[in-house]
Each structure stands twice: as C-alpha cells, then as structure tokens.
C-alpha cells in the first residue's frame, strides 16, 4: 500500500502543478513520495503477486479518505486526525 499511495501521489501532484510545484513541496512531501522512485520492475511483480491483498488494502484505504461531496472536512480531520494522532502514539510506544 505504502508504494501504491507514494505512486499515485507523485503522478497527482505532477499532473495538476507539473515540475512547478517543485518549489512549493517541502520535505513532507518528500518523504511521502520517496517510494515512487523504487525499481519499478520489482514493483509490478510484488503487486501483481500480491493483488489479491493489495486490492483488499487500497480499498480499506478508500474507506478512510473524505471522498464524498457531503463529507464536512472540519469533523472529518477533528476525527481522522485525532484517531491517527493517537494510533501513531501507541505504535511508537511498542
């Protein structure tokens, strides 16, 4: 999932602002994006290997993303922001 989501990120930001984004995008997004870069070749067989599960995770996801045109994004990032706030917490506790 981790390299779907680096993947897609880089060719949606690169679609919408090309390399004149460059400027703007600071190291989060570095970090997020670091992945697209993997080989490519050991890539598609991982995820063609694996698309059963792979499917399963990018769904799950989906589900989690504020897709709809009614979602109110102020509760959505109270609620999503705050649960990952604490899962991060308890996963570096370990």
């Known amino acids: 999932l981790p390299q779907v989501i680096s993947a897609a990120l880089?060719?949606?930001?690169?679609?919408?602002v090309g390399l004149g984004g460059r400027a703007a995008a600071g190291r989060a997004f570095a970090e997020m994006t670091r992945l697209a870069s993997s080989p490519r070749e050991m890539w598609t067989g991982v995820l063609a290997d694996n698309a059963d599960f792979v499917k399963e995770a990018i769904e799950a996801f989906l589900s989690e993303l504020p897709v709809s045109a009614t979602t109110?994004?102020?509760?959505?990032?109270?609620?999503?922001?705050?649960?990952?706030?604490?899962?991060?917490?308890?996963?570096?506790?370990?």
Do not use: I, P, Y
């Open 10 to 16: 880089m060719n949606t930001v690169d679609e919408a």
């Open 72 to 94: 109110d994004l102020g509760a959505w990032a109270d609620e999503s922001l705050a649960r990952s706030a604490d899962t991060k917490n308890r996963w570096s506790q370990r």
